[in-house]
T-cell receptor
Framework: GENVEQHPSTLSVQEGDSAVIKCTYS??????FPWYKQELGKRPQLIID?????GEKKDQRIAVTLNKTAKHFSLHITETQPEDSAVYFC?????????FGRGTSLIVHP | SAVISQKPSRDICQRGTSLTIQCQVD?????MFWYRQQPGQSLTLIAT?????????ESGFVIDKFPISRPNLTFSTLTVSNMSPEDSSIYLC?????????????FGPGTRLTVL
């Protein structure tokens, strides 16, 4: 089955800095890559996703890149703000069931 | 996205008892799922709730312990049976197929279960 590795497990940045979270996947058949943000005590919320026919996608301060050849994808957050502090999960999906990474705890210091 | 609700939001239960968690969506969806999330951990899929038929369970999860129902396209229940403290966790339902969009999953608010 699919295996998703996510790094780093914890990321601490100063407000205004950029943050990058990286994920690798094992199954080249995976074709959908969502990212979720989970604030403490809240549900995971979809923040951005990318499909295998696209190399990059942006939404304001958030971008995701996908390298199918290397089987890795990354989340980029620019101009971080304290409200970006949360746990971020990547996932890789074949069909309708995603495999989630272990999560990255992002801490943005004011 | 859809509006997804879960009941109860939290509960404290005694070992050996059972708890049924409800998940309601405000629109018809093609797929519904149940996940478990232990503190500080990732999301683990328990099963896919199939409308009108038996749920499809992931490795390590069995129907006797986690019976699931899905009587229609907007509602599902998960029962945690014969509970032990190891079952203490957050249980989340998720849905797919909102507005015809495939692949994308949206999560309910979760049920925080504590077993004493």
């Amino acid at each position: 089955g699919e295996n998703v590795e996510q790094h780093p497990s914890t990321l601490s940045v100063q407000e205004g800095d950029s943050a990058v979270i990286k994920c690798t996947y094992s199954d080249s058949a995976s074709n959908y890559f969502p990212w979720y943000k989970q604030e403490l005590g809240k549900r995971p919320q979809l923040i951005i996703d990318i499909r295998s026919n696209v190399g990059e996608k942006k939404d304001q301060r958030i971008a995701v890149t996908l390298n199918k050849t290397a089987k890795h994808f990354s989340l980029h957050i620019t101009e971080t703000q304290p409200e970006d502090s949360a746990v971020y999960f990547c996932a890789a999906s074949i069909g309708y069931i995603p495999t989630f990474g272990r999560g990255t705890s992002l801490i943005v210091h004011p | 996205s859809a509006v997804i609700s879960q009941k109860p939001s939290r509960d404290i239960c005694q070992r050996g008892t059972s708890l049924t968690i409800q998940c309601q969506v405000d629109s018809q969806v093609t797929m519904m799922f149940w996940y478990r999330q232990q503190p500080g951990q990732s999301l683990t899929l328990i099963a896919t709730a199939n409308q009108g038929s038996e749920a499809t369970y992931e490795s390590g999860f069995v129907i006797d312990k986690f019976p699931i129902s899905r009587p229609n396209l907007t509602f599902s229940t998960l029962t945690v049976s014969n509970m032990s403290p190891e079952d203490s966790s957050i249980y989340l339902c998720s849905v797919e197929g909102v507005g015809g969009a495939t692949d994308t999953q949206y999560f309910g608010p979760g049920t925080r279960l504590t077993v004493l």
